[in-house]
């Protein structure tokens, strides 16, 4: 009988292997679906759970009473280096026929139905003897791999997918493989699911430790333990038993004694005393304390995970940061502000307690700017991690730029506040640089951090620097070039306000005449009809029509300023401010008016005649230029100098300008074709065709005269008015160049 049996299984098996070599042998009378129910992840080893293999007549109704169906033998074949935990001898624990699956009935229902015929530590052998309900359901067999000590497999090699051969030779039966597990590394994978910041004492909370197993009964049960060890200065107060979930709902773990290894470090360790099946184990250790000493490190607080369990992977977790009390104090979010701006939105201000109970309850946090930045809107204050609670804030008494606030409940643990949504109004004269807030206060946060930067809205030079003399009038200052930082700084239209720009002059200076304003670059729009002086000719209005999409220059020229005997030697400068620029004088926050300045240029230079001495001028022209240096800086010519009679003619407001003599000085009587130049106590008379000089009515004879020029301009021999005025002319042939000091 045993030798007929084992012919047969060898013929099954050679039939098995001949229906892999020829493609289509099983597809092409298929009438079976094949699966695994489950494909659960295993490691090589003893008493492993594979998923349960399902197979399932395609078609309702072919496998039939006394036709394909009956008479067919099933095999099913483990794969080298797999066995059953003991060699089938029956179908129980190895096969069950379920009696539906889903809305189908089976239609093997009967008790003999499907029979045991043979099996070994590999293979399993079943006929379908009977079809007890034929119909349009179908039949249906599980083959399982879950019986302790019977169907569970033991696997001594391998890696990958754990594929179990399926095998009919009557086509009844779909012949194939199908994968019914999956083999992975053994293995625990460990994460610290939190890390809070504690302090010396005792019963401190860590964070929860979770272990996953790589794949069911990774954990072995042995004589060996989890271990859980803390580094110096730490000792275990509260180790409760782990929460389990998966692990098929065998898996358990239970604790020992809290002990010191052979280093003298404090240890907590579990012993595994039941297998994960089916799921790989999740165990999360819960509830954790520990106690702190003075010797321990500042920093992280790291556990080594180890032990003797085989399953387990040994690892590093951090569980928790030893601190001290303290607050560190950050920003983010921090923008461009031009000086000028009214409401700006500033950036954030974090506080982060190292451990909780660092920011004392009932006590103040203050958030105070810089001289010249105020607070628009005051920042909120928002719990982001913790339990602590900070109230509203408030301005200090008779300040703008300082706001408290009041810690009305002290954190648990250890809590981040982020002061938000706050912003500024920046004085238009504000220096350019970071927006550093200071944070202080009784709750013990203390701190500097940018909260923004301030940036100019405008540059302005000047061209020149000429000098002017104290007590003249209508004196020409250097031209200015107004700089805009970026697209649309200088505003037209503020809060629904007309604005301008203003050029305004020193105590003592006055503006002579109304210069002229060009947009030189980028699209600004100037109401230039409307340019004008104001206050007395101490300021010049520039009204802005049309703010600039592309960032603009503007250019001031023929600046004229009379300066009265008030303004000291040295530089003189002219500040540019306004509406156009300074938001918070249109709002009302610091004046109605504006009284700040943007930018200051020095347009020119103070000079003094001291002790009724003249001061000297030098002035040098080459013959023939269309410019020409007074005490070394250019300017330019009414009319270029020329030579005829051996003489050298300028143009009469150049020779005025290079004796000091002030334009408004300088006469022309159209009616007599005459000039007269004043300067000091002498009037100086000439006239168009006349050799006659006179000079406080006295009379010289030149040896030419006065004319009108190639241009139309009145043209001046120059060594007669320098002689005339107490100054020399020289000439130098070799360059055609003409001084007169």
Known sequence: MIK??????ALLLVL??????FVGFGTASAASTNSALTVPSITVGNARTLGTLRVTESVGGSWVAGAAGVGTEIMITLPAGTQFAAAPAALAGYVTVPATVGSDTNTLTGAGDVVFVSGTLRTLVVRIAAITTPGNDKGMINFLFNGVGTSQVNITSGSGDVKVNVFDSTGAVTSGDVVVATIVGAGTSSAALSAPALSEGANRAVGTIRMIENS????????TSISLILPDGCTWNTAPVPTITGGGGTLTITGNAIDTDATGHSRKTYNVTALSTLKAGVIDFTGLTIDVSSTAKAGDVI?????NNAGVSATSLT????????????????????????????????????????LVGTRTISLELPTGIAWGTIPTANTLTGDVVVGAGALVAGTTNKVTYTVTAQSTSASKVEFRSGTVNVAVDQTPGDITVNVAGTATATGSVSIGKVIAPITATAATKPNVVIGLQSEAAGDITITEAA??????????????????GAAGVTFSATPTVTVTSGDLVIDTANVKRFASNARVSIPIKTGSTTASTITISGIKLTVDRTVPEGDI??????????????????????????????AANCVTEANNQTIVYTSTFVVGASTYKLNGVDQTCFAPSYIKDSRTYMAIRDIGAALGIDQSNIIWDGTKNSVTLM???????????????????????????PEVGPTDRTMLPAAFVAMAFGSAASYDAATQTVTIK
């Not at 007929?4 to 299984?9: A, E, F, L, Q, Y």
């Not at 601190?323 to 974090?350: E, H, L, N």
């Not at 400068?573 to 020095?602: F, W």
């Open 216 to 223: 069911a009964g990774a954990l072995v049960v042995a004589n």
């Open 16 to 21: 098995a292997m001949l229906a892999t070599m």
């Open 573 to 602: 400068k002219l500040a540019i401010r306004g509406m156009a620029l300074d938001m918070n004088t249109v709002a009302g926050v610091q004046s109605t008016v504006p009284v700040l300045n943007a930018a200051a240029v020095a």
């Open 319 to 358: 569980i928790a940061k030893n601190a001290s009390y303290g607050v560190v104090v950050t920003s983010s979010d921090t923008p461009s502000i031009y000086a000028g701006r009214f409401d700006a939105t500033v950036g954030k201000v974090t506080l982060e307690e190292n451990i909780f109970a660092s």
């Open 487 to 504: 697209a649309g700084v200088i505003l037209a239209n503020p809060r629904n306000t007309a604005a301008d720009l203003q050029l305004v």
């Open 303 to 307: 556990v080594q995970v180890g032990g």
């Open 4 to 9: 007929i049996r084992n012919k047969r299984i």
């Open 679 to 705: 300067k000091g106590d002498k009037v100086v008379q000439m006239t168009i065709g006349s050799k006659t000089l006179l000079i406080n009515g006295a009379a010289i004879t030149m040896d030419v005269a």
